[in-house]
C-alpha cells in the first residue's frame, strides 16, 4: 500500500470560518454587554424583579434592542437558545437567590453603570493631582537617591554604593585595592514613599421621600441614589484598593449596609411603624462610630 508523502500537504484554516468565528465571539460579548445594560437598569428600580419577571425582560430587550421595556408574563421568548437567566447563573453573573446578583455580576453591572456615568460627564482640565516629589514613607521603591545624614541604614542600597566607590577610585588611581575605602558620599539609598489610606462612609437616604422622581431624568430618587452609590463604589475598589468603605442606609433609624445588596435596597412606606422619617443624626452617630474602628 502506497503512502502519501504529507510534507507536500500544506494545511490552513478557512478564512470564512474563522471571520464566523471572531463574529460570534463579538456579537456574544455585545450580547453580554447588553444582559449586563439591562440588569443595571432593573436592579436600580424600587421594586427589583424577581428571576422570573427578569428572564421575561431580557427576552424582550434582547430580542427588541431596548434596554427599557417593563416585565410582562406573555414575553417572548429565544426558541433557538437556552434561558438567558440560565446562562448568566452558569457563568456566575446571578444566583437563585432573593438578592440574585453575584460578586461577579456585582461588580460587572457596576462597570457598566460607572462607564454610563462617565459618558454623561463634561470633559474638564482636571486630574489626578499628581507630584514629581518623593516624600518619607513605609513602602519601599526600585529607584534610589544619595544618603543623607538622620536617614535610616536599612534602606542604604549596598550594590549601587560599592559601585559609587569603585567607580570613584578608578577615577582616582588606577589600581583598585581591597578592602575598599567607602566614602560617604558613595552612599545610595532607595526611596520611599508613603502609602496612603482613607476610611470611608457612604450614607443613603431610604426614607420615603425618596420614592418621588426627578424631573430632569425621569427616574426616582433613590433609583439615582443607587446609581450614584454603586458606580462610587466600584470607582473606589478599582483605584483605590486598600481603602476602608463602608456603607449606611438611613430613614429613622440607621444600619449598616453590606455593599454587595446596594441594588436591592428599598424605601420605607409611609406610616411603616414611624420607620420612613429622614434622621442624619442616626446616620452621622453611626458613621462615627464605624470610622473610630
Not at 536599612?154 to 554604593?161: E, G, I, T, Y
Request: glycine share 4%; proline share 3%.
Amino acid at each position: 500500500m502506497s503512502q502519501y508523502n504529507l510534507k507536500s500537504f500544506v494545511y490552513g484554516i478557512s478564512t470564512d470560518e474563522n471571520n464566523e468565528t471572531q463574529k460570534s465571539q463579538s456579537l456574544d460579548q455585545e450580547t453580554i454587554d447588553r444582559m449586563l445594560q439591562v440588569l443595571a437598569n432593573q436592579s436600580m428600580r424600587d421594586k427589583v424583579p424577581i428571576l422570573e419577571e427578569l428572564e421575561s425582560i431580557l427576552q424582550q430587550n434582547i430580542k427588541s434592542g431596548t434596554t427599557e421595556q417593563k416585565p410582562s408574563e406573555s414575553s417572548p421568548t429565544i426558541s433557538d437558545s437556552k434561558p438567558i437567566t440560565k446562562f448568566l447563573l452558569e457563568h456566575g453573573y446571578l444566583r437563585e437567590e432573593k438578592n440574585w446578583l453575584t460578586k461577579k455580576g456585582f461588580f460587572a453591572t457596576g462597570n457598566q453603570i460607572l462607564k454610563d456615568l462617565m459618558a454623561e460627564l463634561k470633559t474638564g482640565n482636571f486630574g489626578l493631582h499628581e507630584t514629581k516629589s518623593i516624600g518619607s514613607g513605609n513602602t519601599i521603591l526600585d529607584t534610589t537617591k544619595k544618603f543623607e545624614f538622620g536617614d535610616e541604614l536599612k534602606l542604604l542600597n549596598v550594590s549601587s554604593s560599592i559601585l559609587n566607590s569603585i567607580q570613584r577610585i578608578i577615577k582616582s588611581q588606577k589600581q583598585i585595592i581591597f578592602p575598599l575605602e567607602l566614602d560617604v558620599d558613595d552612599f545610595e539609598e532607595f526611596e520611599t514613599t508613603e502609602d496612603v489610606r482613607a476610611s470611608i462612609v457612604y450614607c443613603i437616604d431610604l426614607s420615603s421621600t425618596m420614592k418621588s422622581s426627578l424631573t430632569s431624568s425621569g427616574m426616582s430618587r433613590i433609583e439615582a441614589a443607587k446609581r450614584a452609590l454603586w458606580s462610587l463604589y466600584v470607582l473606589n475598589n478599582r483605584f483605590f484598593p486598600n481603602d476602608s468603605i463602608k456603607i449606611i442606609g438611613f430613614a429613622s433609624m440607621a444600619s449598616e449596609i453590606f455593599p454587595l445588596d446596594i441594588p436591592f435596597l428599598k424605601t420605607y412606606d409611609a406610616n411603616d411603624d414611624f420607620l420612613h422619617y429622614t434622621n442624619y443624626q442616626a446616620a452621622f452617630r453611626l458613621a462615627r462610630k464605624l470610622l473610630r474602628k
